[in-house]
């Protein structure tokens, strides 16, 4: 029995439009992680799951310690329900939810906020300043490294614009003047080289962006061992570190051998969307995906499915679309594209398809999917062993 066979089987007693998850194919992303990981942790980033059940069934796995949440409030959240060990991977501006984080000792215990500057610190401490001191707890905070690749004199970069601390010297500034301040512990560093992580090296049908891209990624990391090592170096000569985290899905085997990183981030290798693909190093199963039930036939070789406009965030291009992924053979009208109501697809696929039939997806990237679904039904074979809800299904929109 084929994929689309198993899913369609599965699911036959559902009504589209609905989401997936296949359970063989996470346990076996998840292995894949583990032994790529070679022994070092792999925080879970929950961006790229955002269904806390799943994330849950994640956590108990061999390998996997602690969360990355993308907010302040998510992480409360997740905390309130037993989840601990959260990293929040950017800096919250939220005054609310910073008061609360001082106000409450378990949460205080187990969240650690991010920062890469000193205007961080004073909105921290604006924040919580009218916590009563006798209910203040100490914030924990992690430094924010710039990992990006500079080159040819700053006129070549590649990365992600996060952080403008780059250097060790700036790097030990900011972990001294976050020690000298009272109520705060700097208890980590994170470093997230995007331009190895998350850029495929084997995109296909272009070598010669390959090539650049290879070579990129290359000096990159060349450069990326040295000044992430000297970073670590400077900042553990004022407080000891709990932790210094790196990497992402794409470059966990190579980021886990540098003797400064103590554990490696991942979240998207889960799902294994479709931009996850075009790795060398690694190959994954795709594990979610979304049904959209056929409504028309407008020619032989054309059918219309309802929904679908479910683009990935990111610089827009055709990667960011949904990939129609079963049957195989279908493509997007170039006119139309993904629509917000119907979309529709043509190829040979499209004769054999008949009206109330599923077209199952991709989506580009992993945990966007469960901001369009409540919930997420889980496979394992050829059933439906269970449905759980995702985060917009327990009513919780964070981002």
């Given at each position: 029995m084929d994929d689309r066979q198993r899913y369609d089987q599965a699911t036959a007693h559902l009504d589209?439009?609905?989401?997936?998850?296949?359970?063989?194919?996470?346990?076996?992303?998840?292995?894949?992680?583990v032994q790529r990981a070679a022994g070092k942790p792999i925080r879970v980033a929950s961006k790229s799951i955002r269904s806390r059940p799943v994330l849950e069934r994640i956590l108990t796995m061999d390998g996997f310690t602690g969360t990355m949440a993308f907010t302040l409030p998510e992480a409360l959240w997740l905390v309130s329900t037993g989840v601990r060990d959260v990293l929040v991977a950017y800096p919250t501006a939220d005054r609310a939810a910073l008061a609360e984080l001082a106000s409450d000792?378990?949460?205080?215990?187990?969240?650690?906020?991010?920062?890469?500057?000193?205007?961080?610190?004073?909105?921290?401490?604006?924040?919580?300043?009218d916590v009563q001191?006798?209910?203040?707890?100490?914030?924990?905070?992690?430094?924010?490294?710039?990992?990006?690749?500079?080159?040819?004199g700053g006129r070549f970069r590649a990365g992600v614009r996060r952080s403008p601390i780059r250097e060790p010297e700036q790097a030990a500034d900011l972990a001294a003047a976050t020690a000298k301040r009272p109520g705060f512990r700097l208890v980590g560093l994170m470093a997230y080289e995007a331009q190895i992580a998350g850029v495929g090296d084997d995109p296909p049908g272009n070598p010669a962006l390959t090539q650049a891209i290879r070579w990129m990624q290359a000096q990159s990391r060349r450069e990326?061992?040295?000044?992430?090592?000297?970073?670590?170096?400077?900042v553990r000569q004022i407080t000891e570190l709990e932790f210094v985290n790196g990497g992402g899905t794409g470059s966990i085997e190579k980021t886990v051998r540098e003797?400064?990183?103590?554990?490696?981030?991942?979240?998207?290798?889960?799902?294994?969307?479709?931009?996850?693909?075009?790795?060398?190093?690694?190959?994954?199963?795709?594990a979610a995906l979304f049904a959209l039930p056929v409504v028309r036939r407008p020619a032989p070789d054309v059918v219309t499915v309802l929904g679908g406009g479910y683009s990935a965030s990111g610089s827009p291009g055709q990667n960011r679309l949904p990939q129609p992924y079963l049957p195989c053979g279908l493509r997007?009208?170039?006119?139309?594209?993904?629509?917000?109501?119907?979309?529709?697809?043509?190829g040979q696929a499209a004769e054999d398809l008949r009206i109330g039939d599923r077209v199952w997806f991709r989506h580009a990237k992993a945990g966007e999917l469960c901001e369009r679904f409540a919930s997420l039904h889980l496979i394992d074979g050829d059933k439906v062993v269970d449905e759980v809800p995702t985060y917009r299904g327990e009513g919780r929109t964070f981002l």
């Amino acid at each position: 029995m084929d994929d689309r066979q198993r899913y369609d089987q599965a699911t036959a007693h559902l009504d589209p439009p609905f989401a997936v998850l296949d359970l063989a194919a996470l346990r076996s992303n998840a292995s894949g992680m583990v032994q790529r990981a070679a022994g070092k942790p792999i925080r879970v980033a929950s961006k790229s799951i955002r269904s806390r059940p799943v994330l849950e069934r994640i956590l108990t796995m061999d390998g996997f310690t602690g969360t990355m949440a993308f907010t302040l409030p998510e992480a409360l959240w997740l905390v309130s329900t037993g989840v601990r060990d959260v990293l929040v991977a950017y800096p919250t501006a939220d005054r609310a939810a910073l008061a609360e984080l001082a106000s409450d000792a378990g949460a205080a215990q187990e969240i650690t906020v991010m920062v890469d500057r000193i205007e961080h610190l004073d909105l921290i401490e604006a924040a919580v300043a009218d916590v009563q001191s006798r209910n203040r707890h100490e914030i924990r905070v992690c430094l924010d490294i710039d990992a990006s690749f500079v080159a040819f004199g700053g006129r070549f970069r590649a990365g992600v614009r996060r952080s403008p601390i780059r250097e060790p010297e700036q790097a030990a500034d900011l972990a001294a003047a976050t020690a000298k301040r009272p109520g705060f512990r700097l208890v980590g560093l994170m470093a997230y080289e995007a331009q190895i992580a998350g850029v495929g090296d084997d995109p296909p049908g272009n070598p010669a962006l390959t090539q650049a891209i290879r070579w990129m990624q290359a000096q990159s990391r060349r450069e990326l061992i040295m000044r992430r090592g000297r970073i670590v170096q400077a900042v553990r000569q004022i407080t000891e570190l709990e932790f210094v985290n790196g990497g992402g899905t794409g470059s966990i085997e190579k980021t886990v051998r540098e003797k400064a990183v103590t554990e490696v981030a991942a979240g998207s290798g889960f799902f294994h969307p479709r931009l996850f693909d075009f790795y060398r190093g690694f190959t994954g199963r795709p594990a979610a995906l979304f049904a959209l039930p056929v409504v028309r036939r407008p020619a032989p070789d054309v059918v219309t499915v309802l929904g679908g406009g479910y683009s990935a965030s990111g610089s827009p291009g055709q990667n960011r679309l949904p990939q129609p992924y079963l049957p195989c053979g279908l493509r997007y009208d170039s006119d139309e594209g993904a629509g917000e109501v119907q979309t529709p697809l043509l190829g040979q696929a499209a004769e054999d398809l008949r009206i109330g039939d599923r077209v199952w997806f991709r989506h580009a990237k992993a945990g966007e999917l469960c901001e369009r679904f409540a919930s997420l039904h889980l496979i394992d074979g050829d059933k439906v062993v269970d449905e759980v809800p995702t985060y917009r299904g327990e009513g919780r929109t964070f981002l």
